[in-house]
C-alpha cells in the first residue's frame, strides 16, 4: 500500500535549459503579449505540424470557441452533445445561442448523426459536435446533414490534437476546429488555445473579436473580449511541439498495455482507434457494463484507496451541471447518461511508468474476482 500516487494526468514539459533558450529573446524585446515574435512562430510551427494554411491562437480553447461562435455571427439553436466538458455548453450558452442535445454513439462516444435531423428546425443555425478523447465524429455523416440545412459546423476539438484520419488532420473538418492546450491536454502550452478554419476571411474577425473589437489604431468595431496568447505561453508552445511526436509514442506503449489488460475482459468496454486513424492517446476511457462485477463507483473508491486518481470524465453530463438546473431535459440523451454512468477516464500521460499501468489493472480486474 506503500506505493506512490498516481495522478490521472501529468502535464508534458520540455527541458528547462530549452524553454529557457526559448525566452531569452525576450529579455531584449520586451515585447510580452500582443502577437510578438513567439505567437507569430507558434503559428507557424503549428501550421506546418497541422498540414493548414493558417490558425488563430488564443488565451485558452474556451475563449477560442466563444470567439468562434462570435465570428461566425450565429443566432439561434446550435445542435451539441451533453457528453462533454462545461466548457462546450457555457460557450453556447454565454454567446445567447440555445444549444439542442443530441445523443451519442454507444460506441466511440462522439455526436450520433442519425439523431441530428429529428433536432433541426427553422431556428437551427449550426452544429458543435466534439471529437471525444479525440475519437474523431463521423465527420462525413454530419458535415453531408449540414450541408443539406446550411448549418454551420464548429467542432470542440479540444481533445484531438495531434489526431488524423487517412492523412488528414483533425483541424481540417467543418468550417473551424477549436483546439485547446491546456495542460492536462496531450498537447499543451501551460494554457492556451486555437481555431481552424476553412473560410480565410473568419481570421481577421477571430483577429478582431480577440482584441476588444479593435479594427484599427483609432477604430473599434465591436464589443470583443480579451483571448490573446502572450509570448511566454507561445514559446513552451513551440517546445513542447518539437517533443510532441516522441511524447505521443509514450502515451501509445500506454495505452496498448491497458489494453493488454483490459481488452476482452467481460464488462469492460474500451473505444480503440477507429480503422485509418492516427490516435492521440490522449485520455484512458473505460466503461463499465453490467457485466461486470462492481460498479464504475466501486472501481473509482478502489483506485482512490491505492493512491490512484481516475476521473469520471464526463460525469455529470452538462445537461445535469447545477448551473442549468431545471433547463435542459437529461432524459433526451439517455445513451449519454448511461454512459456517464459507467464511465471511468484511468491514468494517462506520456511518463506513466508501464508498471504502473500493470498495478492499475491488477487492482481494477481483482475488483471483477473479488
Ligand atoms: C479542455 C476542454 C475545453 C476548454 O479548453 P481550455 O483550454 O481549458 O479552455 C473545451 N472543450 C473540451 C471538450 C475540453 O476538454
Known amino acids: 500500500m506503500a506505493s506512490k500516487a498516481i495522478p490521472v494526468t501529468r502535464s508534458s514539459m520540455p527541458p528547462f535549459e530549452e524553454y529557457v533558450d526559448e525566452i531569452r529573446g525576450l529579455w531584449d524585446s520586451h515585447w510580452l503579449s500582443n502577437m510578438g515574435e513567439k505567437h507569430q512562430a507558434f503559428e507557424k510551427e503549428l501550421e506546418r505540424y497541422l498540414g493548414v494554411d493558417d490558425i488563430a491562437l488564443f488565451v485558452n480553447g474556451h475563449q477560442a470557441l466563444e470567439c468562434v461562435l462570435e465570428a461566425m455571427e450565429l443566432e439561434g439553436k446550435v445542435i451539441t452533445t451533453p457528453y462533454t466538458f462545461a466548457s462546450t455548453t457555457h460557450a453556447i450558452v454565454r454567446k445567447g445561442l440555445e444549444p439542442v442535445f443530441c445523443d451519442i454513439r454507444p460506441d466511440d462516444y462522439t455526436m450520433d448523426p442519425e439523431r441530428i435531423e429529428g433536432l433541426i428546425d427553422e431556428d437551427t443555425c449550426a452544429i458543435v459536435p466534439v471529437h471525444v478523447y479525440g475519437n474523431l465524429c463521423d465527420t462525413d455523416a454530419i458535415e453531408a446533414i449540414a450541408a443539406r440545412y446550411g448549418l454551420k459546423v464548429i467542432y470542440d476539438a479540444a481533445h484531438a490534437f495531434g489526431v488524423w484520419r487517412n492523412g488528414v488532420s483533425a483541424a481540417l473538418f467543418g468550417d473551424a476546429s477549436m483546439f485547446s492546450f491546456h495542460a492536462t491536454k496531450a498537447f499543451n502550452s501551460i494554457e492556451g488555445g486555437a481555431v481552424c478554419f476553412a473560410d480565410p476571411s473568419v481570421r481577421e474577425r477571430l483577429d478582431q473579436w480577440k482584441n476588444f473589437g479593435i479594427t484599427g489604431v483609432e477604430t473599434c468595431e465591436y464589443i470583443g473580449g480579451n483571448a490573446k496568447m502572450n509570448e511566454f505561453v507561445a514559446a513552451m508552445g513551440i517546445c513542447n511541439l518539437r517533443h510532441l511526436d516522441e511524447e505521443l509514442a509514450k502515451r501509445k506503449a500506454v495505452a496498448e498495455r491497458y489494453w493488454e489488460h483490459l481488452?476482452?475482459?467481460?464488462?469492460?468496454?474500451?473505444?480503440?482507434?477507429?480503422?485509418?486513424?492516427?490516435?492521440?492517446?490522449?485520455?484512458?476511457?473505460?466503461?463499465?457494463?453490467?457485466?461486470?462485477?462492481?460498479?464504475?463507483?466501486?472501481?473509482?473508491?478502489?483506485?482512490?484507496?491505492?493512491?490512484?486518481?481516475?476521473?469520471?470524465?464526463?460525469?455529470?453530463?452538462?445537461?445535469?451541471?447545477?448551473?442549468?438546473?431545471?433547463?435542459?431535459?437529461?432524459?433526451?440523451?439517455?445513451?449519454?447518461?448511461?454512459?456517464?454512468?459507467?464511465?471511468?477516464?484511468?491514468?494517462?500521460?506520456a511518463d506513466l511508468a508501464l508498471e504502473d499501468v500493470d498495478r492499475i489493472c491488477d487492482i481494477v480486474l481483482g475488483e471483477a474476482r473479488s
Open 263 to 349: 481488452d476482452g475482459v467481460r464488462g469492460v468496454c474500451l473505444s480503440k482507434p477507429a480503422a485509418g486513424t492516427r490516435p492521440n492517446h490522449a485520455y484512458m476511457p473505460v466503461v463499465f457494463d453490467d457485466a461486470f462485477a462492481v460498479t464504475r463507483d466501486q472501481v473509482y473508491d478502489t483506485l482512490m484507496a491505492h493512491d490512484i486518481h481516475a476521473r469520471k470524465y464526463f460525469y455529470p453530463l452538462t445537461t445535469d451541471l447545477a448551473c442549468y438546473a431545471g433547463r435542459f431535459d437529461p432524459s433526451a440523451t439517455p445513451i449519454a447518461a448511461n454512459i456517464a454512468s459507467r464511465v471511468l477516464t484511468l491514468p494517462m500521460y
